[in-house]
Structures are given as C-alpha cells and as structure tokens.
C-alpha cells in the first residue's frame, strides 16, 4: 500500500480521494432521500407468503399466483414513522410484478393497499459509479473525457427532445438533424482534440449519415414502407414514423463516428509514419482495416437492437402466436434499425478513406 | 417489396463491394447470428430451461462465429474468443445480482399497455430473462473491443519480437483507452436512438426526474447502457494480459528475473 502510494502523483491522490467522497455522499443521500418524493415510501419489515395456488391458462401455461403479507415502515410524508401492512400479490413468472423481500423500499400505490413501484434510484446512481470507477481506471483521462461526453451528449438530446415539445412546429426531423452535427463535433472534439484526424472524422460522420439516411428514405418509399409494423412500437404519444426515422439516425450516429475515426485515426497514423507514403497503398491499408472493422461493427448494433425483443417475443410464442407473426410484429423495427446503422457503418469507410486521401494529398503537396 | 428484404439486399451489396469475400463472411455472420438468438428464445420457451444458462451458450456461438467465420481461426481470434468468454463470465454475476435488487425484470407499466390481448403469466422466470437479454445486448461490443486488442497486440510483437510482457501487456491498455470511448459512444447512441420513443413519453406526460430514476423501463435502459460499458471496459486488461502472457509464454525466464528485481 505504502509504495503504491508513494508511485501515485499528487494529483491522482486527490482524484481518488474526491472519487471516494463523491461516492460515499451520494450513496448516504441516494438512500436518505425519501423527504424528496411525494410518492409515499415503504420499507419492508417483515414478508410472510399467506397463500399459493397454480393456475393455467388456455394455452398451458402452468403458473403461481402467490399473495403475500407485508409489513413495512413508512419513510416519508405525513404518517413517517408508522406501520403500515397490505398484501402482495404476484404472479410467480413475475412478468408485471414483483416479489418482495425484508429490506426493499417501494413506492406504495395510491389507494395505499399494494405495491406501486420499487425504489430503484440507488441502484441507479450505484451502477452510474460502477461505471464511471471502471472506465476511470482503464481509461485513466481519457475514460473521464468519454463519461463526460456521453454526460454532455444526453444533456443535449434532452434539451432537443425539449425544445420539440414545446415547439412542435419545428419538426423532429430538423431538431434531430441539428443535434446530430452538434453530437458529431463536440463526441469527436472531446475523443481527438482538435487536428486534422478529427476533422476528417467529423466530415465523414455527417456524409456517412446523412447518405444512410438519404438510402433509408429512398428504400422506405420505395417499399410503401411493407413489413415495418409500427403498431408494435412501445411508448408513443406521437406520430410513429418520425419518431422511428429520428432514431434511426440518432441510434447509427454512434456507430458511423466509431468506424470514421478509426479509420481517419489509422490512415493519419500511417501517414505520420512515412510522409513520402503512396496513396495507393494508403487506400489498400484503408480498406483491409475497414474490413476487419465491418463484420464486429454491424454486430454490436444488431445486439443491442434485437436482443431487447427477447420477452415480448417469448410472451408472443407462449400465446400461440404464429412464428412469422410474432417475429414480424416484434422484430421488423429493430431489424430494420440494425440494417441501416450496418448500411452507414460501412458507407462511412470508402467516405473515411477518400477524405483522409484528400487532406493526406494536401499535405504532401505542401512537402 | 419488403422492406428489409431490400435494406438486407443494399447492405449485402455494399458489403460485398466495400469488403470483398470477408465482407460476404461478415453479412453470412450476421445472418447466423439472427439464426442464434432466434434459436436462443426457441429453447428459452422451454420453462424448464434456465435462460440464463441459455443466452451463456449462445453468447459463446455468438462469438465463435463473428470471430472464427470472419477471421478463420488463429491466435488472434482465440485470444480474443477466450478474452469474451472470460469477460461474460464475470459480467453475468453483476447482472445477476442488479436484475433481482432492482427489479428491472419483466414489462414497464409504459410496456404493458400494448399486449392486454395477451396473456403474460406464462410460467417463465422473467428475473433471468431480463437478465438474459442484457448479456445478449452487450455481446456485441464486447467481441468487438477484444478483437480491437488482441489483433494490434500480434502486430505489436511482431514487430518488436523483444519487447518485454508489461510493455506488450501497457501497449494492449493503450490500445484499449482509444477504443473505450468510442464503444461506450456507439452503444450510448443505439440505446437512446432505439428509445427516442420512451423519451418523448416521459416528456409528454411530465414525468419528474423522481418518477424517470426509478421507472423500470429508464432503468433497464440505463443499466443496460452501464454494464455495457463495464463490460467493455473489463474485456480490455483481460483481452491484454491474455495476450501479453500468451505471446511471451517462450520467453519467461527473462521476464520472471524481470520481475523479481521489482
């Protein structure tokens, strides 16, 4: 410990030091709270399973309905302080509810006799810290530049989505349009600094995208938009069709600017090695990184779009809904969200690669 | 025309013109692995099954065929299958234990609306498929960031034959911070660009940044963009030190002297 210490500069010291404290107060006042919430809170004493029974339903599916005595404390309001008692019930497969256990804190419901929703903004900022401890201790500097940017970054897309429902009249498309050159410039600026790499990426983010999004488009239209069942679209209050082209691009956005400063990153890299380097093996290098790029690429998009529909279409096969209905119906937006980030992730590396020719070949001018 | 039969059509013909027979592997690649998850939620429909245990398995297919089908077999690539399998294996006991403390399993008040027709008391343990589904949806960027290292790593010693374990080892965390970022980035973006909905909705009805935090839906979103990040973050020493002792594993005697000195 001593000499871990002793090879620590100062300055890591006190950003360990403030780290501990940030945490420790945050997590004291995360589970202190309760003053803050109108929303009465519960936190459970004693838990005793009064009743259990099976039930099937007309497709056989065997379940329990399970009721339970709760006994808790309320936290907050004006009867904290007191006992409270309800039952709690729940189905076993706890699709809807939840089971409860000593020591959780919910929101009671409003009538006061069940369980409303579980207390879970100390989970949150628990595994906010997690996150922001590890990609400090891998990343050192750099992992605080990408927490803050992803920080600054859903700061922004707030205040977009705010400044569209209060002025409806803008558009979504222009709004997202917008954040998406302000996303672009300040994720790329905050991960390279300012240098050519990192205009190259920034110029090659926003053809990339905006030629996938002219593709989508085109092949929406040119489709009547067949196969895309929006009616299965979860949390609207709006117009489906915009909303879903807004995060289409927004979702890509991230995934076009990791290929753009790869590949700007690595052809500049090559460039800084041996100035005199001819652009055609330039170009060649390019595009053999570009394919190592691509297959992994499109795969973390795929995953993270298609493997949220895993319930619903587990729900759906278990009501004996027909195979090609249940996927079309829960899979046919993601799938097509999957498919047009995979378009621009690999439009943007044949853009990346010129764009970086083109300032390479100015610079070798200047030689 | 179906529109995703045509969308799959473009992005195949711009893989094949952009990547050659790799950029044909890639998009078959991608194809199978839609093959396993469906495959996954096939077996997961079993109530007897452990889901979790499920997704593991599949996860491990997942990564064999975006590693092995797209890049053949070799150092490199085992490395890096070796580095995901390590990484998932830790990752699923975080997941494990924050899915059932926070309750994030199931469907969100804002998601149930849409399926009354439906029955959804069916027996299956929605705890570990919400768990499930989170080690799925990480999958992806965690292959990505281990193959991202421990291919540069090769190149690293191979170029430098002499340098020594912790350098190749620092060399590997190096590579590691530039990619951090821009994962996290990339995944950050998918989320919310699949969630743009939700965040409307929340706007719309005026939820309160009390009622956001605690909502199961923000939550699972949120927790899913977190573990993510740990995951990616986790998978760049263990990819490194994986690689850093397997291409200087000829070489120990020098190393162990090295190291003894300290």
Redesign the interface.
């Known amino acids: 410990m001593k000499t871990w210490l002793k090879n620590r500069t100062k300055a890591q010291v006190i950003t360990v030091g403030l780290l501990l404290i940030g945490f420790i107060a945050s997590m004291i006042f995360i589970n202190n709270n309760y003053d ?4 009465t809170i519960v936190q459970i004493t004693d838990v005793q399973e009064i009743n259990r029974e099976e ?1 099937v ?3 056989g ?3 329990e309905h399970v009721t339970q005595h709760i006994v808790g404390e309320i936290k907050n309001g004006s009867d904290k302080g007191q006992v409270t008692a309800f039952d709690n019930e729940y ?8 089971e409860l256990a000593a020591g ?1 804190e919910i ?1 009671l419901a409003q009538d006061g006799k069940a369980t409303g ?5 100390k ?2 900022v628990f ?2 810290w ?2 922001l401890i ?2 400090l ?4 500097s ?2 605080a ?2 927490a803050l ?2 920080l600054v ?2 700061v922004i ?2 205040i977009a ?2 400044i ?2 209060h002025n409806p009249s803008i558009g979504l498309s222009i709004i997202t349009l917008v954040s998406i050159i302000i ?1 672009t410039v300040l ?1 790329l600026l905050m ?1 390279t600094g300012f240098n050519e790499k990192t205009y190259t990426a920034i110029l090659t983010t926003l053809l990339g995208t905006g030629l996938s999004l002219v ?2 488009y085109v ?2 239209h ?2 009547g ?4 069942r929006y009616e ?7 117009n ?1 069709q915009t ?2 082209m ?10 076009v ?2 290929v753009a ?2 590949l700007s ?1 690595s052809m500049f890299e090559m460039y800084e090695k041996n100035n005199r380097i001819d652009l055609k093996t330039l170009k060649k290098a390019g ?1 053999e990184v ?19 529909s ?10 004996a ?1 027909p195979f090609g209905f249940t ?1 079309s119906m829960n899979l ?1 937006l ?4 999957a ?5 621009g992730i ?2 943007t ?2 853009i990346a690669i010129y764009i970086s020719i083109f300032f390479i070949r100015r610079k070798q001018a200047k030689l | ?8 059509i ?2 195949f013909a ?2 094949a013109w ?3 027979m ?2 044909v ?2 998009f078959i ?2 194809f199978i ?2 093959l396993i ?2 495959m ?3 077996v ?2 079993d ?1 007897t099954g452990n889901p979790i245990i499920i997704a593991l398995i599949a996860c491990g297919f ?1 990564s064999a065929v ?1 590693l092995f089908f ?2 053949r077999v070799n150092n490199k690539t085992m490395l890096a299958f070796l580095a995901t399998i390590a990484t998932t294996v830790i990752l699923i006991f975080f997941i494990i234990i ?1 899915t059932e ?7 969100g ?4 609306g ?2 009354t027709t ?10 570990q ?2 768990t ?3 080690l ?6 965690i ?2 960031t281990a ?2 290292i421990t ?1 540069p790593m090769r190149e690293i010693h191979e170029q430098n034959p002499t340098i020594s374990r912790k350098d190749l080892f620092l060399a590997g ?1 190096r590579i ?3 990619i ?22 929340f ?3 005026e939820y309160s940044i ?1 009622d956001i ?5 923000f ?1 699972d979103e ?2 899913s963009i ?5 995951g990616i ?2 998978v ?2 263990i990819a490194s030190l994986m690689s850093a002792y397997y291409l200087k594993r000829k070489k120990e005697d020098g190393i162990l002297e090295e190291e003894s000195n300290r």
């Open positions: 803050l919430y109108d929303r039930q339903d007309t497709h599916n065997e379940d189905i076993q497969s706890l699709a809807l509810d939840y959780d929101f929703d579980i207390k879970r903004d989970y949150f595994v906010a997690i996150f590890i990609l201790a891998v990343g050192k750099r992992g530049l990408s940017s992803l970054n859903a897309l707030s989505l705010d569209y429902i996303f994720s991960a593709i989508a092949a929406l040119f489709t938009e067949q196969g895309l299965e679209m979860a949390f609207l209050t709006r489906p909303i879903f807004a995060g289409l691009l927004i979702g890509s956005l991230g995934a600017m990791d400063i790869t990153a595009y570009g394919k190592d790029i691509m297959g992994t690429m499109t795969n973390i998009l795929f995953f993270a779009y298609v493997s949220g895993i319930p619903m279409l587990l729900i759906y096969l278990k009501n809904a996927v046919s993601e799938l097509a969200r498919l047009v980030g995979g378009i690999v439009l590396i044949p | 025309m179906n529109v995703l039969v045509l969308l799959a473009i992005l711009l893989m952009v990547g050659g790799k950029g592997r890639s690649a991608l692995n839609f998850v469906l996954a939620v096939f997961m429909n109530p997942i975006s797209i890049n924050l403390q926070s309750m994030i399993y199931g469907l008040e804002e998601e149930s849409e399926i439906f029955n959804v008391h069916i027996g299956l343990n929605f705890v498929i919400a499930a589904v989170i799925m949806s990480t999958i992806g960027a292959v990505d193959i991202s291919s965390i590691g911070r530039d951090l970022g821009t994962s996290t980035n990339t995944l950050f973006f998918a989320f919310f660009g699949g969630y743009m909905g939700l965040l409307i909705w706007k719309d009805l009390g935090i605690n909502a199961k839906v939550n949120m927790l977190f573990v993510s990040g740990v973050a986790l760049i020493p």
